[in-house]
Nanobody, 126 residues
């Protein structure tokens, strides 16, 4: 059974931190770039971070750069998103997704991510 599951969401106050995890089962993440996306109520889904499998290169959307860090542990078949200095505008459902290949596509091209996991809700209060 192939699954991709995000977890680690919760409710925090502005300025707080959360660490999201994305775990794969039934397949290996080794050969795929992995992206994190989020969707706030009433808004379109947006890509916020991606990590390549080829060389570990990281890419961030401008609003989260310097606050969020994406990482991966291939041995555990997991990808993480450390989120610091959270803001109310970070409130959203967060999803992880596998890219079509090993290199991160542009984050705005969510069509280049072909397998999506269940999301985890992050709520940041002011």
């Amino acid at each position: 059974d192939v699954q991709l599951q995000a977890s680690g969401g919760g409710s925090v106050q502005a300025g707080g931190s959360l660490r999201l995890s994305c775990v794969a089962s039934g397949f290996s993440l080794d050969d795929y770039a992995i992206g994190w996306y989020r969707q706030a109520p009433g808004k379109e889904r947006e890509g916020i971070a991606c990590i390549s499998s080829s060389d570990g290169s990281e890419y961030y959307e401008k609003s989260v750069k310097a606050r969020f860090t994406i990482s991966r542990d291939n041995a555990k078949n997991m990808v993480f998103l450390q989120m610091n200095s959270l803001k109310p505008e970070d409130t959203a459902e967060y999803y992880c997704a596998t890219a079509i290949g090993s290199v991160c596509p542009p984050l705005q091209l969510d069509s280049m991510f072909d397998y999506w996991g269940q999301g985890t809700l992050v709520t940041v209060s002011s």
